[in-house]
């Protein structure tokens, strides 16, 4: 399985996507007969999964987050659960609100905000890069 991790998005390992589609391909040829189905889904949505290099590289640690509200979402759930029955829907709705302000205040700012205004206007990015439009 270290293998697909090289390939897929968040691994760190594949520098370019050239690298990650090698990666990819040699996976589904070497799992594909044992995981059949598995490596069937991972194929269908290979272009999802390998867009990870099509953002800029400062990003790259937010996207290898694969539960970025986790932690919040377990501060939650362990308050409501030592609270259970204690409380009216009206209450537990307003103290979960309370506790997700409260963790708000403890997240880590996200690397490369200056680079969001080019992605929302199309700017294009190759392996964490962003490229050069050609003067029309």
């Not at 050239?18 to 069937?40: C, L, M, P, Q, S």
């Not at 302000?101 to 700012?109: D, T």
Request: aromatic content about 8%; some cysteine.
């Amino acid at each position: 399985m270290t293998l697909l991790r090289n390939a897929l998005p968040g691994s760190g390992q594949a520098e370019t996507k050239a690298e990650a589609n090698a990666a990819f391909d040699f996976f589904v040829e070497t799992h594909g007969v044992k995981y059949d189905e598995a490596v069937a889904r991972l194929v269908k949505d290979r272009d999802a999964l390998l867009t990870f290099h099509d953002y800029p590289a400062e990003h790259w640690t937010h996207i290898r987050t694969s539960n970025p509200i986790g932690s919040m979402v377990a501060t939650v759930r362990h308050r409501t659960k030592r609270t259970k029955g204690c409380l009216s829907r009206k209450t537990g709705l307003a103290m979960a609100f309370k506790l997700m302000m409260s963790a708000q205040k403890k997240w880590r700012k996200r690397d490369g905000q200056n680079r969001l205004p080019e992605i929302i206007q199309g700017i294009e990015f190759r392996d964490g890069i962003r490229q050069l439009q050609a003067a029309a």
